[in-house]
């Protein structure tokens, strides 16, 4: 029964997930639908059924409800501003958050975890947006094809997480807002059994949240706009 009462929100904020989907709303109303339907719970076995540790972590900070609302109006505007700055990365809005993709061939050489000059100078023009918005936590994440072995793949990937989340502190990124994690070649996106898609899967992800300032703050337009 305990089990049961577990599950239960669990498929329910799975369901309303897929019908979030739908074409007839915008990515704030489907972050206030999935914040409404669990949380934290939900996210994670959202996360884990999916295969996709970016939509997990976002759902699993998500608030819901008209504030959801509100902080996905301000991550619109910033989802937008990257995408402009740095057409190179792959940006998209889930939920309350934003996830950015960097491939490996924008950021590291194959088997390599120090930052090419290519990579600083992409990394820079996100840099600039991540100043302008600082009420957001970032949480970056290394991943890594299924080539080699588990361990050294994992530690790879906190490598290159670690590389990424330097150049951004010492590039004037607070480092309170910074986050990393490794996951190695556990949490595949695409096909590794294709040249193209081992390449995809040597990426770094930013999820790029809400903090308890930007949740404050929306809390108070929300009741202001009467919600």
């Given amino acids: 029964m305990k089990n049961m009462k577990f599950l239960f929100p669990c498929i329910i904020a ?9 074409k007839s709303m915008n990515k704030s109303q489907k972050g206030a639908v999935i914040g409404a339907a669990g949380g934290g719970a939900a996210g994670a076995v959202i996360g884990k059924v999916a295969g996709n540790t970016a939509l997990g972590a976002i759902i699993g900070a998500t608030v819901g409800g008209i504030t959801g609302a509100v902080i996905g109006r301000h991550m619109d505007k910033q989802a937008e501003e990257i995408k402009k700055m ?45 100043k302008k918005y600082p009420d957001t936590n970032i949480e970056v994440q290394g991943h890594t094809d299924s080539k080699g072995t588990v361990r050294y793949n994992q530690n790879l990937s906190l490598r290159r997480a670690g590389s990424v989340s330097n150049y951004l502190s010492q590039n004037s990124v607070v480092s309170s807002r910074l986050t990393t994690r490794g996951f190695g070649e556990n949490s595949p996106k695409y096909n590794n059994e294709t040249v193209d898609g081992q390449t995809q899967n040597r990426r770094v992800e930013f999820l790029i949240t809400a903090n308890e300032k930007m949740k404050a703050d929306a809390r108070v337009e929300a009741e202001k706009n009467g919600g």
Avoid: H, Q, W, Y
């Avoid at 799975?14 to 739908?22: K, R, V």
């Avoid at 889930?94 to 975890?113: A, Q, R």
């Fill in 86 to 130: 740095n057409p190179n990365a792959k940006v998209e809005r889930v939920g309350e958050g934003i996830v950015v993709e960097f491939n490996d061939k924008i950021l590291f050489g194959f088997d390599k975890s120090n930052l090419t000059s290519e990579a600083m100078a992409n990394l820079d023009k996100v840099v600039d947006v991540l």
């Fill in 14 to 22: 799975a369901s309303i997930l897929l019908l979030a989907d739908c």
